[in-house]
């Protein structure tokens, strides 16, 4: 990203070979970084004959926010350590507070906060189940949604039943 653009290079490579496939570029306007998403998981289907699902073809085709914003501290978050993703995860929900994929991260970077104090621990796992049930109402077709719930419910409750429900919900949602 550089001022209000942003490029990006796909290239496809067969892994066996290690043989090029297929690269593109695309320089575009920073705004319409979802749309090129879109338009680059398109492109690789189809340069891999993949023919797509509706409900494949529909997720290809929805924003995670329509905030560019709240994405790009989304982006950040994941790239940071795990003391530095809480204020980025909440500046984003600040400004987009249905972003299903930051309260999965949130929920996430929660569940792995190293407590200091075992005290600290029922605070960190009712933040990390709370983050992942409005995760899971924000983005109820999402597949993060339902593995984030699935993995904190497997860690807190002893029945594993819950977790293995959305745990299976999150691979129906994306098998890959």
């Known amino acids: 990203k550089e001022g209000s653009n942003v490029r990006i290079n796909a290239q496809l490579i067969d892994a066996n ?3 090029h496939l297929w690269a593109e570029q695309y320089d575009r306007n920073a705004s319409e970084v979802f749309a090129i998403q879109s338009e680059v998981a398109q492109r690789i289907a189809n340069q891999l004959n993949v023919k797509l699902t509706a409900d494949e073809g529909n997720r290809i085709q929805k924003k995670a926010t329509t905030n560019i914003s709240a ?3 989304y982006l950040k978050a994941r790239q940071s350590t795990f003391r530095e993703r809480e204020p980025l995860l909440l ?4 400004k987009d507070s249905t972003f299903a994929l930051a309260w999965s ?3 996430f970077t929660y569940s792995k906060m190293p407590a200091r104090d075992p005290a600290d621990v029922p605070y960190y796992i009712g933040k990390s189940l709370d983050a992942a049930l409005t995760a899971v109402y924000y983005g109820p077709d999402l597949s993060e949604t339902h593995m ?3 993995d904190i419910l ?5 029945n594993p039943a819950l ?4 745990l299976n919900k999150s691979i129906t949602l994306n098998p890959n």
């Open 154 to 158: 497997k860690t807190i409750t002893l």
């Open 71 to 73: 994405y790009e501290d």
């Open 105 to 107: 991260e949130l929920a």
């Open 91 to 94: 500046e984003a929900l600040k």
């Open 163 to 166: 977790s293995i429900k959305e």
């Open 17 to 19: 070979t290690d043989q």
């Open 148 to 150: 984030i719930l699935g």
